[in-house]
């Protein structure tokens, strides 16, 4: 146990220090005054304790200084006692921003941004941005700009599909579509359609009727005159006729007389056009293919002279005076003579 002496004690008691708003208080060998909340000493009186300056109030909050007290206020955006202030979410609490815009939230406040699409302060006034306006609302030639509230959209015509929400890129109908045209008929495609024209060797007698084979032998005559047409089926062909040789479009005639075994050895070759004719050489008989020796000696008897004899030879004859003479103008002759000659 601790034992303080009499004078110890009493310090208050004796010629106190402490200005008359204080309060003396003994301690263990000593003593303070104490000049209440609010106030401090400073050795020789009492002065205000100025909290403000200590920092006793939230850095969110202002703080006003009294003598002996203050006070705390949280700041616009804050809420709290002031010595603690805790941040508000405006954006949770109401609806502090217009419909079309986004509320966000800032330490002590709020920021209101109208959306994309839109254009205002944010808070009175959000009005729609017309973006067909300029240069189209970004859609591409073949595309219709469709304005809507806070948005667009681009529209292709028919025969167009949309890509990447901007352009317009054509269909090929011929590729896409599984039977794009009808029997006889040739799929095209053009930009935002597609036709379905006749194949070659057809045509659509009326509009909208089927496509119909087109006989070309008789619509068009496009063989040589020399040539056999033959209509078919979407087409036609060209054969030269007998006797002539080309491509069907043109035929030129064949010699067939220059040709080897045309006619007989003992035949004369006459070409025609398309044709050739044969002919017996005098002397023979036959069709030109055969020919056949004509033995003038028995034809007549009035052939040789009634002096000589008639001896028949191939193609010929002759008058023997049998002496080694030929009856020549109803005289015996030497047949070496150079004006004397077989009958033919």
Known sequence: MLLFSKKNLFKCSENSKCPASAACVNTPGSFYCDC????????????????????????????????????CACFPGYA?????????????????????????NLPGSYNCSCMVGYTGD??????????????????????????????????CPSGF????????????????????????EKCFNKEGSYECPCQIGFSRPTQ?????????????QPCHRNATCLNSVGSFTCTCKHGF?????????????????????????????????????KGFEGDGFTCTDLNECVLLNTTCPDFSVCINSPGAYVCSCLNGTVAYNNICADPSGSDIYFKV
């Open 36 to 71: 209440g909340q609010g106030y401090i000493f400073n050795k020789t009186q009492c002065q205000d304790l100025d909290e403000c300056a200590v920092g006793r109030c939230s850095q969110h909050a202002s703080c006003a200084n009294f003598p002996g007290s203050f006070t």
């Open 80 to 104: 709290g006692d002031g010595l603690s202030c805790a941040d508000i979410d405006e954006c949770a609490s109401s609806q502090k921003c217009h419909p079309n815009a986004i509320c966000t």
């Open 122 to 155: 944010g808070m009175a006034r959000c009005s729609d941005v017309d973006e067909c306006l300029v240069n189209n609302g970004g859609c591409s030639v073949k595309a219709t700009c469709i304005n809507s509230m806070g948005s667009f959209s681009c529209v």
């Open 161 to 184: 599909n949309l890509v990447n929400r901007t352009i317009c890129q054509d269909i090929d109908e011929c590729k896409v579509l599984e039977k794009p045209c009808k029997t006889n």
């Open 208 to 220: 909208g009727s089927e496509c119909t084979d087109i006989d070309e032998c008789t619509v068009n």
């Open 245 to 281: 040789s080309g491509n069907g479009t043109k035929c030129e005639d064949i010699n067939e007389c220059l040709v080897g075994g045309a006619c007989h050895p003992r035949a004369l070759c006459f070409n025609v056009p398309g044709d050739f004719r044969c002919q017996c050489q």
